[in-house]
């Protein structure tokens, strides 16, 4: 039995995730969004990146990123790691894309501040 704390809405229920006859058993979620999420967790656990990448000639010195989707998260550090080796160069517009399909992923990374 595994047990993770559900993080699809602000109750975060304590859900108890176990497998039975082939069959993966979630309880303590509050509503099937929870089942869902316990099912997912336990099977292909997944998360969103969301970093900064260096940037040139702005004010600021990182430019904020996010996944177009979730990634695998046993994958995390390591293309966290290949975006910190990055520098962009403006003018970057909110929703360019910095990275296509990151680590074969087929998730991009895309920019989610304008800096001009």
Known sequence: MKKFTCIVCPVSCILSVDEKDNEVQVNG?????????????????????????????????RLPVISTDEIPKSRLIELAKELYKITVDTPVLRGDIIVKNIGETGVDIIATRTII
């Open 29 to 61: 979620n509050q509503c099937k969004r929870g089942r869902v999420f316990g099912v997912n967790e336990y099977n292909d656990p997944k998360r969103m990146i969301t970093t900064t990448v260096k940037i040139e000639n702005a004010k600021i010195k």
